[in-house]
């Protein structure tokens, strides 16, 4: 069975302290493992797709990379305005699979 | 701009009534996606639509219905038969239902009074 599980649930940084939120998952044919975004009340804003282990995609603080069984997802020197919940998701032919999150929280 | 709306942002419902929350995109995608989201919970896939006239049931379709009569838009019905409705559902897009991200509406949140 597919499956997308993530860690830590919720995760609680100071300003400029680095971490790395883990999404590890199962899938009988990855097409796509993805990163998103979303602000309470908000629909999931897009942040990066990975295809193939060793891939790695960066944006801003942001760095995500994927081997054959887990993603990571990189946050450098987070700020206040990165606070939010951290989805992943993979994409297994016509179907998209749904970690339940990281919400992190980063205090200045 | 491109991109997906979804309306009401905010609905109340009376039990056993049903409503309709409603989803167009302008961004020319063939694949179109309904999740629901409840407090602590990852996405679940209600229904999805890769083509006209065409959908299939996702996970947690029971209590739902949904139509796909314009390339553009995507209704989702919440019937009575739902047994606990209140939640946040969210539209999605897709250029191709194989392959590519998904694009996602601002949501709309349901509550049964």
């Known amino acids: 069975e597919d499956q997308v599980t993530q860690s830590p649930e919720a995760l609680r940084l100071q300003e400029g302290e680095s971490s790395s939120l883990n999404c590890s998952y199962t899938?009988?044919?990855?097409?796509?493992l993805f990163w998103y975004r979303q602000d309470p009340g908000k629909g999931p804003e897009f942040l990066f797709t990975?295809?193939?282990a060793g891939e790695e995609k960066e944006k801003e603080r942001l760095k995500a990379t994927l081997t054959k069984k887990e993603s990571f997802l990189h946050i450098t020197a987070p700020k206040p305005e990165d606070s939010a919940t951290y989805l992943c998701?993979?994409?297994?032919?016509?179907?998209?699979?749904f970690g339940s999150g990281t919400k992190l929280n980063v205090k200045p | 701009d491109g991109g997906i709306t979804q309306s009401p942002k905010y609905l109340f419902r009376k039990e056993g009534q049903n409503v309709t929350l409603s989803c167009e995109q302008n961004?020319?995608?063939?694949?179109m996606y309904w999740y629901r989201q409840d407090p602590g919970q990852g996405l679940r896939l209600i229904y999805y639509?890769?083509?006209?006239?065409?959908?299939q049931k996702g996970d947690i379709a029971e209590g739902y219905s949904v139509s796909r009569e314009k390339k553009e838009s995507f209704p989702l019905t919440v019937t009575s038969a739902q047994k606990n409705p209140t939640a946040f559902y969210l539209c999605?897009?897709?250029?191709?239902?194989?392959?590519?991200?998904?694009?996602f509406g601002e949501g709309s949140r349901l509550t049964v009074l």
């Open positions: 999605a897009s897709s250029p191709q239902s194989a392959a590519g991200e998904l694009f």
């Open positions: 899938v009988s044919g990855l097409r796509g």
């Open positions: 990975l295809y193939s």
């Open positions: 998701a993979l994409n297994n032919f016509n179907k998209f699979y």
């Open positions: 961004l020319n995608h063939d694949a």
């Open positions: 639509s890769q083509i006209v006239n065409d959908f």
